[in-house]
T-cell receptor
Framework: GESVGLHLPTLSVQEGDNSIINCAYS??????FIWYKQESGKGPQFIID?????DKRQGQRVTVLLNKTVKHLSLQIAATQPGDSAVYFC?????????????FGQGTELSVKP | DSGVTQTPKHLITATGQRVTLRCSPR?????VYWYQQSLDQGLQFLIH???????AKGNILERFSAQQFPDLHSELNLSSLELGDSALYFC???????????FGSGTRLTVV
């Protein structure tokens, strides 16, 4: 039969606007979270991470917010640029100190209009 | 360049065949993880090796196997290939702890 591709949520923003990408994670025991950016044909690229003992962390133009109460993670990108267009994945780790595996969310496709 | 090297970049093979994918982790990283990315399944964890020992298995088929060698490079062996095995295969490496996962650029496997 015909295969069906993974239908990713899509966020379309105007260049210069701020973007907010949301993620619901699955395991309340997860203690480490990472946001990755994946461009077409490339591997996931690290953007920013956060440990479970924090609720906010800022990087260059990016901020990650963690709400453990509702198991929610968000990535905020300030002054979004066309080069930010990509698929963004959140990932959770339930065993940070032992180098445990990452479990990925489904991803969100960000499209930036110039 | 992420520092994680995967070869080959592209691989086309026929059903029933066997292939080997190779991954060299970043210098100093002891952990290697393998992930499969297909259109309908997203990024799926396959297996994790730490300093030569298997640490965790995910959704890895019995037809698939992996190992990590003393020089820390890893190989993922896929046998009795089926059309549904067509996907991108990524490896990632990290130091002892889970911090600092870095992905390679992947191997695109096409089974025809």
């Amino acid at each position: 039969g015909e295969s069906v591709g993974l239908h990713l949520p899509t966020l379309s923003v105007q260049e210069g606007d701020n973007s907010i990408i949301n993620c619901a994670y699955s395991n309340s025991a997860s203690d480490y979270f990472i946001w990755y950016k994946q461009e077409s044909g490339k591997g996931p690229q690290f953007i920013i991470d956060i440990r479970s003992n924090m609720d906010k962390r800022q990087g260059q133009r990016v901020t990650v917010l963690l709400n453990k109460t509702v198991k929610h993670l968000s990535l905020q990108i300030a002054a979004t640029q066309p080069g930010d267009s990509a698929v963004y994945f959140c990932a959770e780790n339930t065993d940070y100190n032992q180098g445990g595996k990452l479990i990925f969310g489904q991803g969100t496709e960000l499209s930036v209009k110039p | 360049d992420s520092g994680v090297t995967q070869t080959p970049k592209h691989l086309i093979t026929a059903t029933g065949q066997r292939v080997t994918l190779r991954c060299s982790p970043r210098s100093g990283d002891l952990s290697v993880y393998w992930y499969q990315q297909s259109l309908d399944q997203g990024l799926q964890f396959l297996i994790h090796y730490y300093n030569g020992e298997e640490r965790a298995k995910g959704n890895i088929l019995e037809r698939f196997s992996a190992q990590q060698f003393p020089d820390l490079h890893s190989e993922l062996n896929l046998s009795s290939l089926e059309l549904g095995d067509s996907a991108l295969y990524f490896c990632a490496s990290s130091p002892r702890t889970g911090y600092g996962y870095t992905f390679g650029s992947g191997t695109r496997l096409t089974v025809v």
